[in-house]
């Protein structure tokens, strides 16, 4: 078995894979106007067949011991417990995590099959504790269900359940420790995001609030101990007499390019070597269709992309120029 290194001799042993470009919200800082993304039709994105080869190959030709499932929202897909299933049966032979990045709002009645089908980490999105500023970011009222879910989430074994919360200023910085206070009798994680810039996704600088900014707000009244990261992307705090774990993801101010270790796969298969760049042109699903293309011959292939990585993202104000960035076709 071959690590997935590429030039800068950057181990990626973390996949994540977009299962749909589609969700039922419409959250701000992803795409505030539908009419500025088209979407993907059915046929064009990988099938599940499709998706249970490209896993096999990760799984048998790299060290890949992660594996996390996004969208769009994953959960809107058709059938979707039953991919799990599948994914399930390959976990029994072979040794890695896989996880799910959810808006929380289709959770609550498929946890119980989640768990049960191996699934290790839940991270879910939920940007306010307050009910007009959920509807004002997300573009509907699915409070309630979306807090149902994570606290349902968080009676199960799980090995880790986070909460993914992107901070905006002057419009939810103001709920920092608000967060602490709801949720610090439990061990869930809650991860602070700073705003990052995508494809018509409004962002500019006197909306950004660093990570360094959000932890001081927080030691106005709780204090924060720093913990060793069980990752390479967040800055990990322990509330101070509680089991609530408090992490900031400094992809802007202070990013993690160096020892990136991701590999993402859009929906319809082409491979992200970054969350900022230009996908590859490499098309993943008519070769995982066709079977007169080996799995070895795909796996070269997709260790020969890696090579184009860029050692790190591009300035803020190059990235808020970028048109082929649109969060809900890439996938997070």
């Known amino acids: 078995m071959n690590k997935l290194t590429d030039k800068f001799r950057r181990v990626h042993d973390y996949l994540r894979i977009s299962l749909t470009d589609k969700c039922n919200l419409q959250c701000l800082y992803c795409i505030p106007s539908q009419n500025q993304i088209e979407k993907f039709q059915h046929k064009n994105i990988l099938t599940y067949e499709e998706l ?132 610090h009798n439990t061990n869930l994680n809650i991860r602070f995001i700073e705003y990052m810039p995508f494809s018509g996704n409004g962002w500019d600088d006197a909306k950004f609030i660093s990570w360094g900014e959000m932890k001081s707000i927080i030691e106005t009244k709780y204090h924060l101990k720093e913990i060793e990261s069980d990752g390479n992307v967040a800055k990990d705090f322990l509330v101070d007499g509680t089991n609530l774990k408090v992490s900031f993801i400094s992809s802007i101010s202070n990013h993690f390019c160096y020892s990136c270790n991701r590999l993402r796969i859009t929906s319809s298969g082409k491979i992200k070597n970054c969350l900022f760049a230009q996908s590859e042109e490499i098309n993943l699903k008519s070769m995982l269709a066709d079977y007169s293309f080996g799995d070895e011959l795909i796996a070269e292939m997709i260790s020969n992309s890696l090579q184009n990585k860029w050692f790190k993202h591009p300035s803020t104000d190059e990235l808020a120029k970028l048109n082929h960035n649109i969060m809900m076709s890439i996938g997070g």
Not at 151 to 164: E, I, M, R, S
């Open 52 to 183: 249970t080869r490209l896993i096999h190959i990760f799984v048998k030709y790299f060290s890949v011991n992660k594996i996390r499932f996004t969208g769009g929202e994953p959960l809107v897909r058709k059938n979707i417990l039953s991919f799990f299933e599948q994914v399930h049966e390959i976990k029994k032979s072979n040794h890695f995590e896989i996880g799910i990045t959810t808006n929380g709002t289709l959770l609550e009645d498929k946890i119980e099959s989640l768990h049960s089908f191996g699934m290790n980490r839940l991270n879910i999105s939920l940007d306010s504790l307050q009910r007009n500023k959920f509807i004002a970011i997300a573009g509907k009222d699915l409070f309630d269900t979306t807090l149902r879910s994570i606290n349902k989430a968080l009676k199960f074994d799980f090995d880790k359940v986070k909460l993914n919360a992107v901070i905006i200023k002057n419009i939810n910085d103001d709920e920092l420790i608000h967060f602490i206070d709801q949720f």
